[in-house]
């Protein structure tokens, strides 16, 4: 059974969100954290509703809120959420109240809010959607669980349409924290510098893509959706490309039918030898291009190269912001998207030019 | 894709009792775990009674084999696990591909809490090991490590339903080809988090929980983690004692209609039941038992009680919530409810709903009240609901039904 990609919508560090040009006006950001654009959410969230939300919960729903509208769909047979995560704005919230007034009576909203269930909910509450309703929250896989999950409940035919999608926050609190780890960069960088000069540490990244994945192709469909896979730790490269081969040949595609490899490269050179040492093997003479640059590093950053990879397959351009360098070249049929994030979290995704758009 | 899931081992711990044979002597012998709190640093404490394990972290960490600074939602997970795990008695799983997919609510919040506190005084300051595990997907990874599980990990977060949707996602893996062992549930620990989350919900019971009861007045929170081992048919043919049961229904729904609270109708307690039941092809007559989620809230046990009513009308089978044992134990319960249910069908056991006295006015439903043994059981429900309107059933059935 084939699944398409019929809507897509990514609130990101660039401009992505809405009728926008597909990544020709780069947002440059010298530092180490790059922060969502946020829209005008009243334009999609009713007003009332939006006060109480936090801003983790706005990015999600108007995300999941504008694909949906993309597809004109607003009962999906599925809404699958990854978030590695969750609502930590909500959580530092709550945790500081009860630290703060030594567990005096404090109000639950933070509380309610903080579970990591909460964007999900609350599509499903804005839709009225009683059916299949799922969160993952496993680090750098949370949105490939949500996604396979998704595969699955087309396969099985549970479902026509599903809502999958991935959201995370950087709060001033977790990047703070996680700086502290030494993820970061230390000396400010630009942010399209960021593999011109290799370094320990990356930049902070946040945001939500969802997708309306279909089992039924429709006239203005994104692309088709292959496969995913993950793999855990894998013990070298070796390992990987091996991975990345037996994955290939279960899609039954050569290496040679891949027209782009996305990668997760994120300037980090602790993180990036691993796909330098794949481009001298498995991905020799291949086009690679990447994306962190655009939307920083983050557990659930894999969804920004789906929507790219998405988007590249509609529009039939690559942009050149991707470091993409063969310009003369657009005619992209089939994109592999490989990720790691922090070495243990591998995924591969497969996506081509739906068969019915070829004809 | 291939037929049926099986149930090839189980493993919980909980306040009443450390494995499942402590937990069903508990039973037998009608001991809850409720008490003061004693293990939790919170200002609740001889305040609020909770069903908190009975061991220190010191002392779970040994059984654990993890260190004792580890958040005890990884040493809770890691000892049910195993036991699930020791108690399939697979013998080798170099050709299997296996799966951890674990649950919780708030990953490693109870040493992170600690962390919080000396962060919010000085953001240089706090130590970096109590937060490294914050994130639920690090407790499940420390867990899947040291069982040895690569194949595929993942973490499920839906509440207080997050297990049953791990144990369901465990078996659509398994029926697809993609895994042949899974071992799933979830696990939670208390914290200061969420016993003031609750508290500020003001749905905690001051007293001991009765779920069910006319004059209940809220849940105790517990803590705890359940496992089971679920197989493929073919590595079910190969085990060297027989499966437990098979899980033969399964059923996702959203309530749709709060975020916190259940419909008056229990439109997702239903929904979920219902398809539980058509995934099973069983009718309402052929369920023996059903493990409710039976909270002990007003607003809960009254929409679960009215989907009950609507699915099995008058003919109700034996009910009862064994958190009137367990206490309310959140992402762990599903994992912990649907252990307590294999081990119904198995042994033919009814768990009894402790400190029942009136039936709720709107239903009049009784649930089972003493332990049986020895009854005849073809098929458990049982029902997990969550915050976020997340309501997922399974249904457990014996291999002869």
């Known amino acids: ?359 | 894709m291939s037929g049926g899931v099986f149930i090839a081992g189980a493993g919980a711990i909980t306040a009443i009792g450390n494995n499942i044979t402590e937990c069903l002597s508990a039973f037998e012998n009608e001991q809850p775990g409720m008490a003061e709190i004693n293990w939790l640093g919170t200002a609740h404490r001889n305040q609020l009674p909770v069903a908190e394990v009975k061991l220190s972290n010191e002392q779970l960490a040994i059984r654990s084999g993890l260190p004792a600074h580890t958040s005890r939602t990884a040493l809770l997970s890691s000892i049910a696990a195993r036991e699930a795990l020791d108690d399939a008695g697979i013998a080798d799983f170099s050709s299997l591909r296996t799966g951890f997919i674990s649950a919780n609510t708030v990953g490693g919040m109870d040493v992170s809490e600690k962390f919080f506190a000396e962060f919010l005084s000085n953001p240089a300051k706090g130590r970096l090991r109590d937060v490294v595990n914050h994130e639920c997907g690090s407790i499940t990874e420390l867990v899947a490590d040291q069982l040895g599980i690569r194949n595929y990990i993942s973490t499920i977060s839906t509440a207080c339903s997050s297990s049953a949707n791990a144990i369901f996602f465990a078996a659509r893996l398994i029926r697809h080809g993609i895994l042949d062992v899974v071992v799933a549930g979830g696990a939670d620990a208390l914290t200061k988090f969420t016993v003031n989350g609750f508290n500020a919900l003001m749905i905690l019971d001051k007293e001991y929980c009765k779920p069910f009861d006319d004059e209940r007045m809220g849940l105790n929170l517990g803590e705890g983690a359940g496992y089971l081992v679920l197989v493929s048919d073919k590595v079910a043919a190969s085990l060297q004692k027989e499966a437990y049961c098979k899980l033969s229904g399964y059923q996702n729904a959203n309530d749709a209609y709060h975020q916190t609270a259940s419909s008056p109708g229990g439109t997702g307690s239903f929904l979920a039941m219902t398809g539980a039941l058509q995934r099973s092809g069983l009718q309402t007559s052929d369920i023996d038992y059903i493990n409710l989620h039976g909270t002990g809230t007003q607003n809960n046990d009254l929409a679960e009680g009215t989907a009950i009513r609507r699915l099995f009308g008058e003919s109700y089978p034996p009910i009862s919530s064994t958190k009137s044992y367990t206490g309310h134990t959140l992402g762990a319960s599903g994992g912990i409810e649907a252990v307590f249910s294999v081990l119904a069908v198995k042994h033919g056991i009814l768990y009894p709903n402790l400190r029942f006295k009136t039936p709720m006015t709107e239903l009049g439903l009784v649930p089972q009240t003493s332990f049986r043994k020895d009854q005849l059981i073809r098929h458990v429900l049982s029902n997990s609901f969550g915050f976020g309107g997340n309501c997922s059933s399974l249904i457990f059935s014996k291999l002869r039904a």
């Not at chain 1, 799922?134 to 549970?158: I, P, Y």
């Not at chain 1, 780890?181 to 400010?188: I, K, S, V």
């Not at chain 1, 942009?319 to 243990?344: C, F, M, Q, W």
């Open chain 1, 1 to 359: 059974m084939k699944i398409y990609i019929r809507a897509t919508a990514a609130i990101s560090p660039q401009k992505t969100f809405g009728a926008v040009p597909f990544l020709t006006e780069p947002v440059t950001c010298a530092g180490n954290r790059l922060q969502t654009i946020e829209p005008d959410y009243t334009q999609l969230i009713d007003a009332k509703l939006l006060r109480r939300m936090s801003r983790i919960i706005k990015t999600g729903v108007a995300t999941a809120s504008a694909c949906l509208r993309e597809a004109d769909e607003n009962n999906p047979g599925g809404i699958i959420t990854g978030t590695a995560y969750g609502c930590l704005e909500d959580t530092g919230v709550f945790l500081t109240q009860v630290i703060e007034r030594n567990e005096e009576l404090s109000p639950p909203t933070a509380f309610i809010q903080s579970t990591h269930n909460t964007v999900g909910a609350q599509i499903a509450l804005l839709l009225k959607c009683h059916n299949y309703n799922n969160t993952f929250v496993h680090r750098g896989f949370s949105f490939e669980s949500a996604l396979l999950d998704a595969l699955l409940l087309l396969k099985d035919q549970e479902a026509e349409n599903v809502l999958v999608g991935s959201v995370d926050e950087l709060t001033d609190t977790s990047f703070s924290i996680l700086e502290r780890f030494g993820l970061y960069r230390q000396a400010p960088v630009s942010n399209l510098d960021l593999y011109a000069e290799p370094e320990k540490g990356t930049i902070a990244g946040e945001g939500s893509a969802f997708f309306l994945l279909s089992n039924q192709y429709s006239p203005g469909t994104y692309a088709q959706l292959d496969g995913i896979t993950t793999f855990y730790k894998p013990g070298n490269s070796k390992e990987a490309e091996k991975q990345i081969r037996a994955f290939l040949s279960a899609q039954e595609t050569d290496i040679k039918d891949i027209d782009l490899v996305i990668t997760g490269r994120n300037g980090d050179l602790r993180e990036d030898v691993l796909y330098e040492s794949l481009q001298d093997s498995v991905f020799s003479n291949k086009p690679l291009v990447n994306y962190k640059h655009l939307c920083g590093e983050y557990p659930t950053a894999v969804s920004f190269a789906l929507w790219m990879a998405a988007t590249i397959l509609k529009t039939g351009t690559v942009p050149p912001v991707t470091g993409y360098s063969r310009a003369e070249e657009n005619d992209i049929k089939k994109i592999l998207i490989y990720n790691h994030y922090g070495h243990k979290h591998h995924s591969l995704l497969l996506v081509s030019q739906s068969a019915e758009d070829k004809r």
